[in-house]
């Protein structure tokens, strides 16, 4: 069965830094397309980061480049999303995604093309 398991969120002064885990079981995070969204109040859910199957490349929002760094430890089958500069407008709810195993996707941002998701991780940024 595949699962995955989102923690590391928290609250934070802005500024501040949170890394987020996403544990997966019953599959390989390196043979699938991982992402990270998020989603706020009263808003859709958004992409935020993701790290390809097929070569390892991250992508980021425009909104966290910079902040944000998208990596994968293949021995724990763990991906994280580690969150520098943290900012009021990066409060949501965060959920990681994966895709089929080995499935190539063109539709990186579509949340129709991830058929697994965690169950999301509350970071609140406040002073």
């Known amino acids: 069965e595949v699962q995955l398991q989102a923690s590391g969120g928290g609250s934070v002064q802005p500024g501040g830094s949170l890394r987020l885990s996403c544990a997966a079981s019953g599959f390989t995070v390196h043979d699938s397309t991982i992402g990270w969204f998020r989603q706020a109040p009263g808003k859709e859910r958004e992409g935020v980061s993701f790290l390809r199957n097929r070569d390892s490349r991250a992508t980021y929002a425009d909104s966290v480049k910079g902040r944000f760094t998208i990596s994968r430890d293949n021995a724990k089958n763990t991906v994280y999303l580690q969150m520098n500069s943290l900012q009021p407008e990066d409060t949501a709810v965060y959920f990681c995604?994966?895709?089929?195993?080995?499935?190539?996707?063109?539709?990186?941002?579509?949340?129709?093309?991830?058929?697994?998701w965690g169950q999301g991780t509350q970071v609140t940024v406040s002073s």
């Open positions: 995604a994966a895709t089929e195993r080995k499935k190539i996707i063109s539709a990186l941002w579509d949340l129709i093309s991830y058929p697994y």
